[in-house]
Every structure is written in structure tokens, then in C-alpha cells.
């Protein structure tokens, strides 16, 4: 039971793990007063979305530690890399060697423009507000439409 008190049967038409409504008709057909199973499932909405605030807020936390700890790591990378002076290192916790790499390094005025189009790569994607703003003022878009639609809000 959650914190509101979710009726079993409710949960019982809920697959636990997906979240999807497993049995749609079993869940209409509840023998409970229609405002109790309504103020039931809204309630156990809440407590869902506060779950997944919460569970938002620690992967925020442990994605800090996570680059924190990259950080780190990184730091001491480039100070063995000032000690070691490209020297190998060994002993019986670690190896420390060298291998070759080459990489593409821009200057920081470098103008990519000068790049040809098969050296470039383009993301195109739509700005949908300023489509949108478009849309309302009577103009039109061929493919593309104003849908308006009903979002329901739990409190």
C-alpha cells in the first residue's frame, strides 16, 4: 500500500513494473463507488509522480558524483602523464604504458565554413513554438497541423 492507501484490486489491473493498464476492463468493472476508485487512482498518480521526482533528484545527485569522480580521475591522469614524461610503469597494483593516437584538432577561429559539405554534418530539427505561432495566425504548412488537445491535471 502507498501512502494513500491504494485500493488492492486497483493495483492488481496495473502492471507493477511497466505501469501499463494490464486489464482495462477488469478496472472499470471494480465493484467500488465511482468517486472512491477515481480519487484512488488520482491519489496513486501522485504518489508516482512524487516517486519519480524523487528518483529524479538522486540520479541528478549521482550524475554530480559521477562527473566529479571523472573530474578527478582526469586531474591525476594528467599529472602522471607530467610525472611520467611517457616512461612505462610497473608494479604488482598496476601498468602504466603508452599507445599512439592521432585526432583532429580545430584552432579556436578556425571558420567551418570552409569545411566541404561531405566534411560537415547538419542536424536539422523543427523549432515547434515558432511553428506553432505560425500556425495561429491562419497560415499553413503542408503536413503539419495545430492539434489541440486535453491534459488533465492531478493536485
Do not use: H
Given at each position: 500500500?502507498?501512502?494513500?492507501?491504494?485500493?488492492?484490486?486497483?493495483?492488481?489491473?496495473?502492471?507493477?513494473?511497466?505501469?501499463?493498464?494490464?486489464?482495462?476492463?477488469?478496472?472499470?468493472?471494480?465493484?467500488?463507488?465511482?468517486?472512491?476508485?477515481?480519487?484512488?487512482?488520482?491519489?496513486?498518480?501522485?504518489?508516482?509522480?512524487?516517486?519519480?521526482?524523487?528518483?529524479?533528484?538522486?540520479?541528478?545527485?549521482?550524475?554530480k558524483r559521477q562527473k566529479?569522480?571523472?573530474?578527478?580521475?582526469?586531474?591525476?591522469?594528467e599529472w602522471l602523464q607530467?610525472?611520467?614524461?611517457?616512461?612505462?610503469?610497473?608494479?604488482?597494483?598496476?601498468?602504466?604504458?603508452?599507445?599512439?593516437?592521432?585526432?583532429?584538432?580545430?584552432?579556436?577561429?578556425?571558420?567551418?565554413?570552409?569545411?566541404?559539405?561531405?566534411?560537415?554534418?547538419?542536424?536539422?530539427?523543427?523549432?515547434?513554438?515558432?511553428?506553432?505561432?505560425?500556425?495561429?495566425?491562419?497560415?499553413?504548412?503542408?503536413?503539419?497541423?495545430?492539434?489541440?488537445?486535453?491534459?488533465?491535471?492531478?493536485?
Open positions: 500500500m502507498t501512502i494513500y492507501e491504494i485500493e488492492a484490486e486497483i493495483m492488481d489491473c496495473i502492471d507493477q513494473e511497466t505501469g501499463e493498464v494490464i486489464d482495462i476492463d477488469r478496472l472499470n468493472a471494480l465493484e467500488m463507488e465511482r468517486d472512491k476508485k477515481i480519487s484512488n487512482v488520482a491519489c496513486w498518480i501522485k504518489d508516482l509522480k512524487a516517486e519519480a521526482e524523487a528518483i529524479k533528484a538522486e540520479k541528478q545527485a549521482l550524475e566529479a569522480a571523472e573530474n578527478k580521475a582526469e586531474s591525476l591522469k607530467g610525472i611520467l614524461q611517457g616512461e612505462k610503469f610497473k608494479d604488482s597494483r598496476c601498468s602504466i604504458s603508452y599507445r599512439r593516437s592521432e585526432r583532429v584538432n580545430f584552432a579556436d577561429n578556425f571558420n567551418f565554413d570552409t569545411l566541404p559539405d561531405y566534411m560537415k554534418k547538419v542536424t536539422v530539427e523543427p523549432k515547434k513554438t515558432e511553428i506553432k505561432d505560425y500556425l495561429k495566425t491562419g497560415a499553413t504548412i503542408e503536413g503539419v497541423e495545430l492539434v489541440e488537445s486535453s491534459n488533465i491535471q492531478i493536485r
